[in-house]
């Protein structure tokens, strides 16, 4: 295979065995990084809205200063685990604390949720939610919980789905990290009615990320038509790292995110066109690779994993969302540090695993890595400690003014809502939001209201809507 320009790496894998990979990574730690500014350690204040465990609605009091107060003094405070690591240019990493002074209030909608995944908005009002244990239900406006929705298999179960003319899905495993994950509507979905979804399928040998569709009934309560369209390659045989973002670009495509599904012996694949583990791919509604990905035309490609991968070298990517100027943007899991907010550029390498920050969750730093390599790209931003990231939104509606163009995070192990301030693709503010709750933050989206839904990543898990405050 011919390594892609500024990939050098790749061609490598593709050429030598992975212990001549694993040499020429050892070698990088030669590489000198850029000088890092130390943080002030003063501790800032943190606004968040004022809730109590025994109200379905909290409410945060309302603004006597302008709409964002920024704090000049990074947010972090707590020391990183990669002490000796250094950010590649200033700002790259605990930015300056912002408070946005907005009236809000969070009420709870639904409870009783098993492990919500995703939410989804659909036009009118009401949401979509995946369960990661196999459900998927409709919640209404007003927080009703819908039966499951049939014509997908139980967790567990084999055989063809009663609804579905194609087959039906094979068994999604709830094993991990993994069930049914994500949930995007067709851009089309006024007409079509289709949706996608992404769950861990159970295979022979193992597991992995798939990605199905189907055509949602009038009444709401089946999917018909479903298929597969989209298989990660290899199988592999754990509960771990299954990416599984879904977006829409406004090209109509499907991205898709994939993780490494975590052992040591698949990292190299990250690195490797031979392979869906670690890459953003990009597809055709139907599955098909378009014309215009980065690698159809790669010399040795493999003919069904190649000509579909959009970027390569990522960890585990569960947080995808585009910008008002159509651009993708990820937040990808590191392991002790190294939590990765990045800018998608068709056919770019991010690195993972020979150019990333933080170490293993041991402590010890990862083999033959380094932070900054030529022709490799670097992240936005990236958190040390982490906030172990979630679904994204960026705010484009007209319920909270103040904070259009911000990019919300879920923060999982942090328990929070992260809002970074984006501007010429460098993050000058950050803040937290509903830390007082104390709840796991799965996903975050945009409804056609303005407001921001929320699902929250536990056996009895929530859906909040964060709306101005009445």
């Not at 098909?288 to 159809?296: L, R, W």
């Not at 923060?411 to 809502?417: F, N, P």
Request: glycine fraction near 12%; include cysteine.
């Amino acid at each position: 295979m011919v390594a892609s320009p500024g990939n050098s790496l790749i061609g490598q894998s593709m050429k030598k065995n992975h212990t001549a990979f694993a040499l020429t990574l050892l070698a990088m730690v030669s590489v000198a990084a850029c000088a890092r500014n130390t943080p002030d350690t003063s501790q800032p204040s943190i606004l968040t809205a004022a809730s109590t465990a025994a109200s379905p609605t909290a409410t945060r009091p309302a603004a006597t200063r302008p709409s964002a107060t920024r704090l000049f003094e990074p947010l972090e405070t707590r020391p990183p685990n990669a002490r000796e690591q250094k950010p590649a240019f200033a700002g790259q990493t605990r930015a300056s604390g912002v408070k946005s002074n907005v009236a809000f209030e969070v009420t709870v909608l639904a409870r009783g949720l098993d492990r919500p995944w995703a939410v989804e908005p659909l036009p009118g009002g009401d949401l979509l939610i995946t369960e990661k244990s196999g459900q998927l239900r409709i919640v209404s406006a007003q927080g009703r919980v819908g039966q499951p929705i049939s014509g997908l298999l139980p967790v567990g179960s084999g055989g063809l789905s009663a609804s579905s003319g194609l087959g039906g899905l094979p068994p999604i495993t709830a094993r991990g990290q993994g069930g049914l994950l994500d949930v995007a509507l067709s851009p089309r979905f006024a007409r079509d009615r289709t949706i996608f979804w992404s769950f861990s399928e159970r295979r022979e040998g193992g597991s992995g990320t798939s990605v199905a569709r189907g055509v949602l009934t009038a009444d709401r309560a089946n999917l018909e038509q479903v298929r597969i369209i989209f298989r990660a390659l290899p199988t592999y045989n754990n509960g771990l790292h299954f990416g599984s973002r879904l977006a829409f670009g406004p090209d109509n495509m499907l991205y898709v995110t994939l993780g490494d599904r975590f052992d040591r012996p698949n990292r190299l694949k990250a690195q490797q066109l031979d392979t869906h583990l670690g890459k953003i791919v990009r597809i055709n509604p139907n599955g098909s690779a378009p014309t215009d990905n980065p690698f159809v035309r790669q010399s040795g490609a493999t003919p069904t994993i190649t000509p579909t991968i959009w970027t390569l070298g990522h960890r585990n990517i569960q947080s995808a969302a585009f910008d008002e100027k159509g651009r993708l943007w990820t937040v990808e899991h590191g392991a002790r540090g190294g939590d990765e907010l990045n800018l998608i550029e068709k056919g770019k390498n991010y690195g993972w695993p020979g150019v990333t920050y933080g170490q293993e969750y041991s402590g010890e730093p990862f083999e033959g890595a380094v932070t900054a390599r030529e022709g490799y790209m670097q992240p936005v931003y990236y958190w040390d400690p982490v906030i172990a990231p979630a679904g994204a939104q960026f705010y484009t509606g007209n319920a909270f003014p103040s904070w259009r163009g911000s990019l919300f995070i879920g923060g999982l192990a942090s328990q929070r809502l992260v809002r970074l301030i984006i501007k010429d693709n460098r993050v000058v503010g950050e803040e937290h939001l509903l830390t007082e709750r104390q709840q796991r933050i799965r996903d975050v989206r945009q409804g056609p209201d303005g407001s921001l839904y929320i699902v929250t990543d536990h056996a009895n898990g929530e859906l909040w809507r964060i709306a101005p405050k009445r």
